[in-house]
């Protein structure tokens, strides 16, 4: 069965780094690209960042984009995403995604359940 | 950045009655960065459509994916309990980065 196993939410401080982790079993993870998506409480989803197979291509949203950095381990099944300079407007559920392709061009068709970041001082 | 914006924010309907739902992009994409999601309360998305009318895998027909250029739609034939949750849609344009709609909640009536 496809899975996606998010961990590494917690509380911080505003100005704050946390890193989460995304453990993914099931398929082949370096064969496709992958993402993070945030969902404020009681807010839409928001598209964070993603990856390609190979970390070739590397995209960002523009309001985390220099304060976060999202990477991968093939050889763990895993993905990161390591964010600084927290505020409280980054509070949110964060979700891991699968996409449909190799590079982050497709839609998401597997997610994890979340974890979640409080930013708090 | 193309910005979605779905409609109506609420829809109270029946079960067994027709939904649709609205999704307009504040410029033409391409048919196939169109995807739909499906969220209930608790639980994460779930991918429901893709390139505009693709339905994912076990996905019941009853969900249907239609539009092109700047309008697209999600209709779901005939309501099941279980598809009252709020709906996405989402662009994926190539060139730059990822938008979702701000959501359409169905709910029962």
């Known amino acids: 069965e496809e899975q996606l196993v998010e961990s590494g939410g917690g509380l911080v401080q505003p100005g704050r780094s946390l890193r989460l982790s995304c453990a993914a079993s099931?398929?082949?993870?370096?064969?496709?690209?992958m993402h993070w998506v945030r969902q404020a409480p009681g807010k839409g989803l928001e598209w964070v960042s993603g990856i390609g197979w190979n970390s070739s291509i590397i995209r960002y949203a523009d309001s985390v984009k220099g304060r976060f950095t999202i990477s991968r381990d093939d050889a763990k099944n895993s993905l990161y995403l390591q964010m600084s300079s927290l505020t409280f407007e980054d509070m949110a559920l964060y979700y891991c995604a699968k996409d449909q392709w190799l590079a982050p061009k497709g839609a998401f068709d597997l997610w994890g359940q979340g974890t979640m970041v409080i930013v708090s001082s | 950045e193309i910005i979605l914006t779905q409609s109506p924010g609420t829809l109270s309907l029946s079960p067994g009655e027709r939904a649709t739902l609205s999704c307009k992009a504040s410029q033409n994409i391409v048919s196939r960065f169109l995807a739909w999601y499906q969220q209930k309360p608790g639980q994460a998305p779930r991918l429901l459509i893709f390139g505009a009318s693709r339905r994912a895998f076990g996905i019941p027909d009853r969900f249907s994916g239609s539009g092109s250029g700047t309008d697209f739609t999600l209709t779901i034939s005939r309501l099941e309990p279980e598809d009252f949750a709020v709906y996405y849609c989402?662009?994926?344009?190539?060139?730059?980065?990822?938008?979702f709609g701000q959501g359409t909640k169905l709910e029962i009536k």
């Open positions: 099931g398929f082949i993870f370096g064969d496709y690209a």
């Open positions: 989402q662009q994926y344009d190539t060139s730059t980065s990822y938008t």
